[in-house]
């Protein structure tokens, strides 16, 4: 397997860009917040801007859940013969992160 280029996750959407650093500043980790149109990373990094205000949303919450899911399925790729446990960890992390990708909390 290659290893990663992409910027590492978690990612979150949040209002503004700046909203990353004023939370860490207030001592509090940023959280996801449905309404907005970034996303970026846990180290206050860009990963983008969405403008189309019909399905921003929506798209920022798919575009977020993307490393979660990758984590989850690389989990299965690198083990020759998951066992159940492994499947079900993955299942579970498919699952958190498609049901964060559709609006709710996993």
């Known amino acids: 397997m290659k290893p990663t280029t992409h910027t590492p996750g978690p990612w979150m959407v949040t209002p503004d860009h700046?909203?990353?650093d004023k939370a860490r500043a207030e001592g509090r980790e940023p959280h996801v917040l449905h309404d907005n149109r970034f996303v970026s990373s846990v180290d206050g990094g860009l990963i983008c801007s969405l403008r189309d205000q019909t399905t921003q949303r929506a798209d920022a919450r798919l575009i977020a859940a993307a490393p979660d899911l990758l984590v989850a399925l690389e989990a299965l790729l690198v083990n020759d013969s998951p066992s159940v446990e492994d499947w079900a960890?993955?299942?579970a992390a498919v699952?958190?992160?498609t049901g964060r990708s559709r609006g709710g909390e996993g």
């Open 95 to 97: 699952d958190d992160a």
């Open 89 to 91: 960890g993955a299942w």
């Open 18 to 20: 700046d909203a990353i």
